[in-house]
């Protein structure tokens, strides 16, 4: 049995575009991964809204995801594969965060996975999808214009990271989107991301 950790924020929960909720349990994208990959994988899914890379929210505590991942690591252990998709929520006006800053949080959560006393799994870095124009209109407070901005960067530092880190590397925005609400993916944006991740999965843990 090969065992994923999906290790996300709300759109890994799966937060719904359309209202507060969460979509049902067979319209996320990480029980649709495991899914399309069949026996012999197990998904763990480890979202939770307004998770940041190393950011501690002075307004929700407990979303610093460098000071989860351990518990976490330990929890699930032993692991094939550690998928990271966050970056989203450090955009937020709070913190102030450049994506070059953004993206270096994932790389300590990648040091810290590396560090752990456990059989080293593979990593896969997600680009989290395109925060929407409009943002700063809707009903999340804590983003601004420029949360859209560095949101556009994504791609390219984060590949960075993959690259320096020697992790594995895939843009959710390439096949996902938000909705309505500028900043949740979309049923079908689920679908499409479990879509494309199945092969590049199987790709690197077979």
């Known amino acids: 049995m090969k065992h994923i950790l999906c290790f996300g924020d709300s759109n890994t929960h799966g937060s719904t575009t359309e209202f507060l909720g969460r979509y049902d349990y067979d ?8 899914k399309l990959l069949g026996d012999g994988y197990h998904v763990i899914e ?3 809204g307004g998770r940041t890379t190393v950011f501690d929210d002075p307004f929700s505590p407990g979303k610093n995801g460098s000071a989860a991942i351990s518990s ?11 998928i990271i998709m966050l970056g989203t929520n450090d955009t937020k006006q709070v913190y102030n965060a450049s ?4 993206a270096y949080g994932v790389e300590v959560i ?3 996975i590396r560090k752990e006393d456990m059989p080293k799994p593979e990593i896969l870095i997600i680009s989290p999808i395109r925060i929407e124009a409009g943002i700063e209109h809707g009903r999340f407070e804590s983003y601004d214009i420029s949360s859209h901005a560095k949101s556009l ?7 960075r990271t993959a690259e320096r880190t020697g992790s594995y590397f895939f843009d959710a925005s ?11 993916m979309t049923k079908d944006s689920h679908k499409a991301l479990a879509e494309a991740l199945c092969p590049i999965v199987k790709g690197i843990i077979g």
């Open 174 to 184: 390439s096949v996902a989107h938000a909705g309505s609400d500028f900043l949740h």
């Open 99 to 102: 994506v070059k800053s953004i």
């Open 46 to 48: 480890e979202g939770l």
């Open 27 to 34: 319209d996320r994208w990480t029980i649709i991964l495991e």
């Open 110 to 112: 990648i040091e810290k």
């Open 72 to 82: 976490i690591l330990q929890t699930h252990k032993p692991l094939d594969l550690v």
């Open 153 to 159: 960067e994504f791609p390219l530092w984060m590949k």
